[in-house]
């Protein structure tokens, strides 16, 4: 019996160098080649084989890798052969383990209303229904490069992504110098902001027209914080970055910032909390209101009980909303203050109380351990510890994802007086990784890698449907990757996708050359590899080209320009 020949491939523009036993009886590297090009005519691959050794041929595998490990018997690649008839998934090849020697690509996917430009992409506005990713050239790296993201925001009308690099990208809407430049003019291209460059970035927050940035200085001689707080926009003082302290002490470390549609509330790593803005609503958090732009206090008081004396309680997460902000304390308890009108706030109070002036923590929620937090404009979502999805507020179009609304929830106490108010209601029962609330729409992920959306959808921000409103959670099938944050803004959505294994690479770089030629061919061999993300792409994109619902230029992929 003849020795096993030693053959590797190497797919130059993702997963490297890859040995694989094989037996003299496997395909060589010209008919894998061959027949990546029968697949994909309009896409022939770059074939180059090895001369100094024939024993050893490489390929670039930058179309089609899912398709070269179905279309051949897998006992003819592997030494350890899988059992006859056995079904085979990617997964089992190559597994799912996040190694970081692995090389990494993130992706950015931004839709829905782009009367700014804070989709990132040029167009009409009814062309941006449909999630597409963001090209890397657009941020000064090269198409093929695995450009990574730490985080993304969306604002009003503008949006905000930081680079695995420290560089911080804004672009949209810039009437309130929200984008850092120093200028008033919008831009509809990712901008880099050159006042930070000085800084490391960690994370971003934008508010409805005002933006703030968590960064530690390039170059440190120890004796400055590592997480400073950067601000700008409206009512911050400066349309370019500005460090501010307000009342935290000098080198305080920032553990998180959270901007809301006139106030911002920023959290210092020993948990405590200090806010400033406008307080007509009791957005602040200091036990009255005031008119007026506010400067910064901590907030000291937390009504656990109602019929205790306030006290001080260690946060952990804070998120704002318009005008009503929430935040989650040591023990998981979640706390909300502002306005209530719409139920935000999730408290039984009295049709006449629509505010809160401190920190009250949410009864209805006791028992349930909250892991994260997200404030729409008149709504709140929570996710607890085993995944489930809580949500409360104004619902009327649809951003609760409890269906249409006539009115607000009740809760009786006694036999006989009413308090109309929403309360905690289960929305998702297990499975929920990820939430983002805007404006008036919610978007959530789920373990099994699926996004779904719901609430107000006229510029298809919040499902894959056409209507107005997306009154339930509905599935949106654009994005390849995992994903690792989700954002929304006031009419627009924006994700922040990660492939940290083989077969995530190669979904990412098929996604990249989906168009409405191959689209059936690409869908039929993501079905058969296991990779539903990219099989339910290429679905959703037949489907919105034949019907006419989106518009490519000539030579487009899903993804941009080939």
């Known amino acids: 019996m003849p020795t096993p020949r030693r053959r590797s491939f ?85 597994g799912m383990t996040q190694n970081s020697s692995l090389p990494r690509k993130s992706a950015i996917y931004v839709w829905g209303y782009n009367q700014s430009g804070q989709t990132g992409r040029k167009g009409k506005d009814h062309q941006l229904r449909i999630p597409r990713q963001l090209r890397p050239d657009l941020f000064g790296c090269p198409v093929e490069a695995n450009c990574r993201w730490l ?14 690099d ?45 933006t703030a940035a968590i960064a530690e200085p390039r170059e440190n001689d120890g004796t400055i914080s590592t997480s400073r707080l950067w601000i700008w926009g409206q009512n911050q003082g400066s349309n370019l970055p500005r460090l501010f302290w307000g009342a935290f002490t000098p080198n305080t470390i920032i553990r998180q910032v959270s901007c809301g549609a006139v106030h911002v509330v920023a959290l210092s790593d020993d948990g405590q909390m200090q806010a400033w803005g406008y307080n007509e609503y ?58 209530g009108s719409m139920g935000q706030l999730g408290h039984c109070s009295p049709q006449s109380v629509d505010k809160e002036l401190i920190p009250r923590r949410v009864v209805a929620l006791d028992g ?3 892991k ?59 499975g929920v990784l ?34 107005t409103y997306a009154w339930y959670p509905s599935p949106i099938d654009w994005c390849v990757g995992e994903v690792r944050k989700l954002a929304a803004g006031g009419g627009h959505s924006a994700v922040l996708t990660d492939a940290c294994s083989l077969k995530e690479l190669c979904e990412f770089r098929l996604a990249d050359t989906v168009n409405l030629q191959n689209a059936s061919e690409i869908e039929d061999v993501a079905s058969r590899t296991g990779s539903d993300a990219l099989a339910r792409l290429c679905g959703r994109l037949k489907e919105s080209l034949l ?11 899903s993804h941009g320009k080939k």
């Open 434 to 467: 990820h939430v983002a609330c805007g404006h008036s729409h919610t978007l959530v992920s789920m373990k099994d890698g699926r996004i779904h959306g719901w609430g107000y959808n006229s510029y298809g921000q919040a499902a894959n449907e056409k209507s």
């Open 372 to 430: 994260d937090i997200a404030c729409g404009g008149v709504h709140t979502c929570a996710i607890t510890q085993k995944g489930s999805l809580y949500a409360w507020g104004g619902g009327q179009v649809g951003q609760l994802g409890l269906g249409p609304q006539t009115g607000f929830f009740s809760c009786v106490v006694g036999d006989s007086e009413k308090f109309l108010r929403n309360l905690p209601v289960l929305v998702v029962p297990n």
């Open 151 to 164: 985080d993304i925001d969306c604002g009003r009308e503008h949006t905000a992504a930081v680079a695995s």
């Open 368 to 370: 349930i351990w909250i």
């Open 547 to 557: 019907d006419g619902h989106c518009e490519y230029e000539e030579g487009e992929t």
């Open 282 to 339: 009791g957005q602040l958090g200091r036990g009255v209101t005031s008119e007026g732009l506010q400067g910064a206090r901590i907030i000291s008081a937390y009504a656990k009980f109602l019929d205790e004396a306030p006290e001080l309680v260690k946060i952990t997460k804070v998120s704002c909303g318009e005008y009503h902000s929430a935040a989650i304390s040591e023990n998981g308890e979640v706390y909300t203050w502002g306005l």
């Open 10 to 94: 190497t797919c130059l523009t993702c997963i490297g160098n890859v040995d694989l036993s094989t037996s003299n009886e496997g395909p060589n590297a010209e008919e894998l080649g061959r027949a990546q090009y029968q697949a994909y005519p309009g896409n022939p691959p770059h074939l180059q084989v090895s001369r100094n050794n024939r024993k050893r041929r490489s390929f670039s595998c930058n179309y089609l890798f899912p398709f070269l490990l179905t279309s051949f018997p897998f006992q003819t690649f592997f030494s350890d052969p899988f059992p006859q008839g056995q079904e085979m998934d990617i997964n089992d090849v190559f």
């Open 166 to 210: 420290g560089s911080l990208f804004t672009w949209g809407a810039n009437d309130f110098g929200q984008l850092g430049d120093g200028t008033e003019e919008k831009s509809k291209e990712p901008k880099k902001v050159k006042q930070l460059q000085t800084e490391f970035v960690k994370s971003v927050s934008c508010g409805a027209h005002c």
